[in-house]
């Protein structure tokens, strides 16, 4: 088949590339034209001498991607938390560290990916998604922590997630160690009334312990989260476990309660789209949304070496984002964390990198299968919140 020059020559059927082009013709221009407009409002027009006169004086919006103030994707700060409910996504920060037991610097994870986040423009050319154009996306800053305390933290964490829960906006959350897992979860039950979540868990450890040098640190938010009624023990399903890590005490918690594991052996025999399929069964299993907690340590270590307890012989990022993109497509998701970012043992920003990627990504996945933006709340989020939805703990 011959072409002009100005045309690339035709499959059929059409590549993943020419279909990408195809998209992109659909997507509109009317949420950058409203930043070049704010941005020439608020920070002033250019000097004369500049030609380009969507430029300002002072740097606002995405560009330049080495300038400005470090949000998720240069998205705006919502200083009032209040107003969370008119956006369709929040990006959340949780500095908190104090449930490492080695390696500590995760109270680092926001920062580190807000930072290289910059690095991203809004739009995916192969999902052929624009975030700016398609979505409303605020990031709200941090959630208060409490250094050395962790059920100070627990508490703060808890009531911080709700609240973006319950206003409707979807939580994404920047950690912080592993067992903000537990308080995330609770903070989501708080508000789901008498209906149920499946959690869908990447990692290679399965943080099931009880405890860990006496308290409840981040090899054990599952034990804790699986103490809710609002989040069955059979709805736990955990991606990607093994190697040297993986405590005794926690693999005896996950053959008492009848959780869902599978290996990277596991995962790579049986096919990628077997996991996901297993995984949406078993999460899907009498419950009502889904919970993705994605411990960026799931992927070999060789590709995120910015990680409190980096195992090798993990997923590989391609694997691991295919997984996730399955997952979401199929299942009602209703928030995410990604955890166990390290700047301080990270090379390149490569870790930081991955855990935009993830949401990023996660994000594309959700306005492809409808998800986003929302044009209601959904059903299982009840306005009342319950706070005794936790087993007691002392």
Not at 49 to 65: A, C, M, V
Not at 174 to 190: N, Q
Not at 213 to 226: G, I, K, S, Y
Not at 304 to 311: A, C, S
């Amino acid at each position: 088949m011959t072409s002009s020059s100005s045309e690339s020559p035709l499959f059929n059927p059409p590549t993943e590339a020419q279909q990408a082009l195809e998209k992109e013709r659909h997507l509109p221009l009317t949420g950058w034209q409203q930043e070049v407009s704010q941005g020439l409002a608020f920070g002033l027009e250019a000097a004369e001498s500049i030609k380009d006169r969507t430029i300002s004086t002072f740097s606002r919006g995405e560009l330049p991607h080495f300038a400005g103030i470090n949000t998720f994707l240069k998205a705006p700060y919502l200083e009032d938390v209040r107003q969370v409910g008119n956006y369709d996504v929040a990006i959340v920060g949780v500095p908190h560290d104090s449930g490492t037991t080695y390696r500590p610097g995760t109270r680092f994870g926001p920062q580190g990916i807000r930072r290289i986040s910059a690095l991203y423009t809004p739009y995916n050319f192969e999902f052929g998604v624009d975030l700016r154009e398609q979505i409303t996306l605020c990031d709200v800053g941090d959630i208060f922590t409490i250094p050395a305390n962790n059920e100070k933290s627990f508490d703060q964490i808890s009531k911080g997630i709700a609240h973006i829960f319950a206003s409707g906006a979807f939580p994404i959350i920047l950690g912080g160690d592993h067992s903000i897992g537990f308080p995330t979860v609770r903070g989501v039950c708080r508000h789901l009334g008498d209906k149920k979540i499946g959690i869908i868990h990447f990692d290679r450890h399965v943080d099931t312990q009880e405890t860990d040098l006496d308290e409840r640190m981040h090899t054990c938010p599952w034990f804790h989260a699986t103490n809710m009624a609002n989040a069955p023990a059979k709805n736990l399903v955990q991606l990607g476990i093994g190697g040297w890590q993986v405590p005794r005490q926690g693999v005896k918690v996950c053959r008492e309660r009848a959780t869902n594991i599978l290996t990277v052996t596991d995962i790579t025999e049986m096919g990628l789209d077997a996991a996901a399929d297993f995984a949406l069964e078993r999460a899907l299993d009498g419950t009502d949304c889904v919970w993705i907690s994605f411990d960026i340590d799931c992927i070999d270590a060789g590709f995120v070496p910015g990680t409190g307890w980096p195992e090798p012989g993990g997923l590989l990022p391609r694997e691991a984002l295919y997984l996730l993109g399955k997952i979401i497509r199929n299942a009602p998701v209703c928030g995410m964390e990604v955890v166990e970012v390290s700047p301080p043992y990270d090379i390149s920003d490569m870790t930081s990198l991955m855990a935009t990627r993830v949401i990023c990504d996660a994000m594309a996945h959700l306005v492809v299968s409808g998800q986003l933006p929302r044009q209601a709340k959904p059903d299982y989020i009840y306005a009342q919140a319950n706070m005794n939805v936790d087993v007691p703990w002392a």
